[in-house]
């Protein structure tokens, strides 16, 4: 079927027996619903990936257990806590000396962690050395007797203290005046005062 149509002084003539709009539509209707459908199936396809990231994160970070350790009152006086801390025990990669030198230097930065993985630590080892340290160290009078850590199954991975002060200048400023009594109180002892009197001073001075 063709169509006449004068233009300009011109005859032409449009052949529209060959073309099927109608077709042609459903070709770009079903065009269009198959980029759909590969966008739906690559957006599923990121989805997933994205779970699967979060599932690998939430993995690594459950290796790790978290444990609370506090002294309780009948504990606070146990002679175990006063005693040195040992220097024979050798743990898994470094001897405890290494570990009280390197508590005490977290502790007096006030730090929020320490890193003691390199050690092994069980949960009763790191509290019976733990609270050793600080009744060895009476200018940690700002570190509370108790302790958050993390563990594995081979062994505590890291120390969270519990500060009671973390303003540096304050316990600086305490510390200094705490000094200045100990010397005070060390200038009135004298070389024929008996053991109790030495500790009376100290008590009451």
Same mark, same amino acid.
């Given at each position: 079927m063709s169509r006449k149509i004068e233009f300009c002084g011109q005859i032409f003539l449009w052949n529209i027996t060959g073309y099927d709009y109608k077709k042609e539509?459903?070709?770009? %209707?079903?065009?269009?619903?198959?980029?759909q459908e590969i966008r739906k199936k690559i957006f599923i396809m990121l989805c997933f990936a994205f779970l699967c990231t979060v599932g690998i994160s939430v993995h690594v970070q459950a290796d790790s257990d978290i444990g609370v350790t506090e002294l309780s009152e009948d504990e606070r006086y146990n002679p175990e806590y006063y005693k040195?801390? =040992? *220097?024979?025990?050798?743990? *898994? @990669?470094? &001897? @405890?000396? &290494?570990? %009280?030198?390197?508590v005490v230097t977290a502790l007096q930065k006030l730090e929020k962690k320490i890193d003691i993985s390199e050690y092994g630590l069980s949960e009763k080892e790191l509290k019976?050395?733990?609270?050793?340290?600080?009744?060895? !160290?009476?200018e940690f009078f700002?570190?509370?007797t108790k302790y958050s850590y993390s563990?594995?199954?081979?062994? +505590?991975? &890291? +120390?969270?203290?519990?500060? =009671?002060?973390?303003? %540096?200048?304050? +316990? !600086? %400023? +305490?510390?200094?005046?705490?000094?200045a009594a100990v010397n005070e109180a060390i200038s009135c002892i004298s070389d024929d005062m008996e053991d109790y009197e030495k500790a009376w001073l100290f008590m009451t001075g």
């Amino acid at each position: 079927m063709s169509r006449k149509i004068e233009f300009c002084g011109q005859i032409f003539l449009w052949n529209i027996t060959g073309y099927d709009y109608k077709k042609e539509r459903e070709s770009v %209707e079903m065009k269009k619903k198959a980029m759909q459908e590969i966008r739906k199936k690559i957006f599923i396809m990121l989805c997933f990936a994205f779970l699967c990231t979060v599932g690998i994160s939430v993995h690594v970070q459950a290796d790790s257990d978290i444990g609370v350790t506090e002294l309780s009152e009948d504990e606070r006086y146990n002679p175990e806590y006063y005693k040195p801390i =040992s *220097r024979r025990a050798k743990t *898994r @990669m470094a &001897s @405890m000396d &290494s570990f %009280e030198n390197k508590v005490v230097t977290a502790l007096q930065k006030l730090e929020k962690k320490i890193d003691i993985s390199e050690y092994g630590l069980s949960e009763k080892e790191l509290k019976t050395a733990y609270f050793q340290i600080l009744n060895d !160290h009476p200018e940690f009078f700002y570190v509370e007797t108790k302790y958050s850590y993390s563990y594995n199954d081979k062994g +505590i991975v &890291s +120390i969270t203290p519990v500060y =009671s002060m973390e303003d %540096e200048q304050q +316990i !600086h %400023e +305490i510390q200094g005046k705490m000094d200045a009594a100990v010397n005070e109180a060390i200038s009135c002892i004298s070389d024929d005062m008996e053991d109790y009197e030495k500790a009376w001073l100290f008590m009451t001075g």
